[in-house]
């Protein structure tokens, strides 16, 4: 199960990953006073809002990060844990570097790790722009990946970098 943690202000964001991450995984959501699973079975994806906790000690952890943080965070993190970080965010950026995270950006700049290289009615074409290791270790070179239509290119940006760093590709065909 990968645990994928939100800290920050999202706007809808996290409710649009829950729907579309859970169109072919079973996702449990926890935070804010709410527990609840999309469909019975062992689940693929677990997603925490809510803050930053003190301790975070989770194998298969990514920390989704943007500006909005209510409150110090100086947490101590597992290693092996990755940061998504939207490169517009210096907030969440700067967070990332105190917390010494491996850090994959997002964004549509030249420099982030994805971005979105078209987006059409069918569906948004990203562009992995460097070679990255996922969780388990897997490497992705450079290339274009295709989305199905969502709401936010930055729902396409963080979906995308949640499939490749969880090893689950294969939903991106489809």
Do not use: W
Request: aromatic share 2%; charged share 20%.
């Amino acid at each position: 199960m990968v645990t994928i943690l939100f800290c920050g202000r999202f706007d809808g964001v996290v409710d649009d990953l829950e729907a579309a991450l859970g169109r072919q995984h079973v996702i449990l959501r926890m935070g804010n006073g709410c527990i609840r699973q999309n469909r019975p079975g062992r689940p693929d994806y677990l997603l925490l809002t809510g803050g930053m906790p003190a301790t975070i000690e989770l194998p298969q952890l990514l920390l989704v990060l943007a500006g909005g943080m209510a409150g110090p965070v100086c947490p101590r993190i597992a290693s092996g844990a990755v940061a998504l970080v939207d490169s517009a965010d210096g907030e969440a950026l700067a967070l990332a570097g105190r917390l010494r995270l491996k850090t994959v950006t997002v964004g549509l700049g030249r420099t982030d790790t994805l971005t979105c290289a078209s987006r059409r009615e069918e569906g948004t074409m990203l562009s992995l722009q460097r070679s990255i290791r996922s969780l388990s270790g897997r490497r992705y070179e450079p290339a274009d990946i295709p989305m199905p239509p969502l709401r936010h290119p930055r729902t396409a940006l963080l979906l995308g970098a949640i499939l490749l760093l969880s090893d689950r590709v294969e939903m991106l065909k489809g």
